[in-house]
C-alpha cells in the first residue's frame, strides 16, 4: 500500500517516517553505540548502526510517490521533508 502510493500521506509522514523510522533508527544507534562500547568489531558495529538505511529508503520513496499523486504544496513540503529527514538518518 505505501509502494503503491495508496497509503494516506498524513499518516505516511508523520507516524510512518517521522516517528516510526526516527524511533528505529534511535534504537539501532544507541545499540551500535552499545556495542561499539562493548568493544566488539567494528563491522558489527557499522552493520548495525546502517541496517535501518533500506527502509528509511523505502519509506522517503514512499512519501515521493504518494505526494506525487497527491499534488500540491502541502504534498511538495512533504517531499522536502522526506529528503531532509533521509539525508539526516544517513549522515547520523
Not at 516517528?19 to 558495529?45: H, M, Q, R
Not at 514512499?62 to 500540491?72: D, L, Q
Request: overall charge positive; glycine content about 8%; charged content about 10%.
Amino acid at each position: 500500500m505505501r509502494w503503491q502510493g495508496e497509503a494516506p500521506l498524513d499518516r505516511l509522514f508523520w507516524r510512518d517516517m517521522l516517528l516510526a523510522g526516527t524511533a528505529i533508527n534511535i534504537a539501532s544507534s544507541g545499540l551500535a553505540l552499545t556495542l561499539l562500547g562493548l568493544k566488539l568489531p567494528l563491522w558489527l558495529v557499522l552493520t548495525v548502526h546502517l541496517l535501518p538505511v533500506p527502509y528509511n529508503i523505502f519509506l522517503a520513496l514512499a512519501v515521493w510517490r504518494t505526494a506525487e499523486k497527491a499534488g500540491g504544496a502541502k504534498a511538495s513540503l512533504m517531499m522536502l521533508g522526506s529528503a531532509l529527514w533521509l539525508i539526516a538518518t544517513v549522515v547520523a
